[in-house]
């Protein structure tokens, strides 16, 4: 039966003996090993009752299991929601009740805390470590390495990953069959991807660019990856001499640069460095190439589009910009105000349309509304411009959005729960430059004069509502926020007072 995003990603490879992952232990899973993994897991899902169209939130470290999670997922015509294991159970709690998960795979450390949380929901658990063992793959065991795929097709929704919003809660982003696959497609096309590359994947697999970027693309390729559970400079270097290619987040090049091991030598053979999910510094971008020769592709994308434009792989890489639309891909920079298309030049808030854009925020119609044109242009938040060459800088954000680490918080969310903290009159988060992560959040706090703040103990208590990586670095007290005319608090001025905060 069809189902296109199976067929082309996963189908494609059965009964291929061709190496898919590369483990740091030194051992290799097969394209076939992985497929029939990933059959297994679908008669699993179909064994606890799940059918087409149904959420599976997924919570668990990176592995191979985990990764077949995603495929079985597609097999079995399901929805993957994956989640950042640094999600504490409350952030978790919106996610399955939101979705309407069917099913919870957690970590089994969490399991008795996440339990009430998923049946609250009306979702099952099953649990997964970050080895792959748990509940679900004894029950997988059990099972066939066959499964008869579901049909589907292209506009069937494949996945939700849920990105948050400058006001209220996360919004789950629907993305079809065909937003996955187009763009899959495109990449592999432009970047040249074979099934003689081999990628150094470092990145976590809940995300579009570790997720969606890398892992689909080389399964459309047919290639291989050397899967690494998170970023760990030593072992990127140790493997580098077998691989093709890299993608990362920019704190990837300034760590790899922070190693004297990190040699031009190294790097001879490789063909190819990406870089994205936040800005990568021009200046990053120059000392890449004077230490190894290789001038780093820059591309740009969000959760709701994947990919939208890229530097060149033949022709000029620009630092400083993200190169040009993707084939297929329109875009434009509009103004905020009127919506009216700006010249070359003009700075103004990116906007695109193509067959990678989703298919709105689950069952959030104002918010789709608000940010997805009814001609199919989406209102990317992001101020850009077009240079005289036809290529797109990204000069800031309007939407009010810390990048740390490649990791998005939205500041209103982490002010809300600092607002809500004893001794606190109110707050206002800001991203301060950060040499390792680009940018790092600072929580600005007013007391309200009824007890004396211990910032210590106040840090302490928001991890346990916030994943950490959204936890200030810093908390500073001052006597009042600075307000414009019309109350509204200026976050550039704290911007600029805090600037240094992280320097030395
Ligand atoms: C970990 N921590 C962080 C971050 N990562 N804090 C702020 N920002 C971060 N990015 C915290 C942990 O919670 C922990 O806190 C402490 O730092 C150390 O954790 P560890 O895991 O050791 O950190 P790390 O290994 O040094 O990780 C940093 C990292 C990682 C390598 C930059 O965050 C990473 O792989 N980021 C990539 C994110 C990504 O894939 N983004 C793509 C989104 P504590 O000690 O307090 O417990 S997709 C996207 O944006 C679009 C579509 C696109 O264009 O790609
Ligand atoms: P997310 O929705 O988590 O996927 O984050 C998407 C956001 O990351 C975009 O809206 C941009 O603000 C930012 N982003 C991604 N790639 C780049 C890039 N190459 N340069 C600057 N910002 C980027």
Redesign the pocket.
């Known amino acids: 039966m069809p189902n296109p995003l199976y067929d082309a990603l996963f189908g494609r490879h059965i009964g291929q003996n061709t190496p898919f992952l590369i483990l740091p232990d030194g051992r290799t899973i097969t394209h076939d090993q992985f497929i029939r993994s990933a059959a297994r897991y679908a008669n699993a899902f179909s064994d606890k009752g799940l059918t087409a169209g149904d959420r599976v939130a997924v919570q668990v470290g990176k592995s191979p299991d985990a990764l077949a999670l995603y495929a079985a997922c597609v097999q079995a015509g399901l929805v993957f929601l994956p989640l950042n294991p ?1 999600y504490t159970a409350s952030e978790v709690d919106y996610f399955v009740g939101n979705s309407g998960a069917r099913l919870l795979v957690c970590d089994p450390a969490d399991v008795t805390e996440l339990t009430p949380v998923a049946a609250a929901a009306g979702a099952a658990v099953e649990t997964m470590d970050n080895t792959g063992r748990g509940t679900l793959r004894d029950l997988a065991a059990t099972l066939p390495d066959t499964f008869d795929t579901v049909d589907r097709g292209a506009e069937d929704l494949a996945a939700f990953l849920y990105t948050s919003g400058t006001t209220g809660r996360s919004k789950g982003a629907m993305l079809s069959q065909r937003n996955l696959l187009s763009n899959a497609e495109t990449l592999v096309d432009v970047w040249q991807f074979t099934k003689a590359d081999v990628l150094l994947h470092a ?2 697999i809940f ?4 997720l969606f ?1 890398a892992t689909n693309i080389m399964l459309l390729s047919g290639g291989a990856m050397v899967f690494l559970p ?2 760990d400079i030593d072992q990127l270097i140790r493997f580098m001499p077998q691989a093709t290619a890299l993608m990362g ?1 920019p ?1 990837f090049y300034t760590r790899l640069l922070g190693s004297d091991d990190f040699t031009a030598g190294l790097t001879a053979h490789m063909r190819l460095f990406i870089s ?2 936040a800005p990568l510094l021009a200046e990053t971008h120059k000392q890449f190439e004077e230490r190894t020769g290789h001038r780093i592709l820059e591309r ?4 709701e589009t994947n990919m939208n434009t890229s530097n060149p792989y033949d022709g000029p890489r620009r630092g400083g910009t993200v190169g040009t639309p993707l084939p297929g891909v329109e875009l434009k920079i509009c103004d905020p105000d009127t919506g009216e298309t700006l010249r070359q030049g003009e700075i103004g808030v990116v906007e695109v349309r193509g067959p990678n854009v989703f298919q709105g925020y689950w069952q959030m119609p104002e918010k789709t509304a608000a940010e997805l044109r009814a001609d199919g242009f989406f209102i990317t938040g992001d101020l850009g411009l077009i240079d005289e060459d036809g290529y797109v800088q990204i000069v800031g954000r309007g939407k009010d959005l810390i990048i ?5 918080i939205y500041p209103k969310e982490v002010e809300q729960v600092l607002d809500d903290q004893p001794g606190v009159l109110e707050s206002a988060v800001i991203g301060v430059a950060h040499g390792d ?1 680009g940018e ?1 959040p600072v929580g600005v706090l007013v007391a309200d004069g009824s007890r004396d703040l211990d910032l210590e103990a106040l840090s302490q208590t928001v991890a346990q509502s916030l994943a ?2 959204k936890c200030p670095r810093k908390l500073v007290v001052v006597d009042a926020l600075p307000r414009n005319t019309m109350g509204k608090v200026q976050k550039n001025l704290l911007r600029e007072t805090y600037a240094d905060l992280f320097k030395g």
């Not at 995300?207 to 570790?210: F, K, L």
């Not at 740390?404 to 998005?408: A, H």
């Open positions: 640094g990145l976590p995300h579009t660019h570790g970027v998170k970023l987040v704190t994205g999910s740009y994308g969000m959760t740390s680490g490649g990791y998005n992560l790092a950490r990586f």
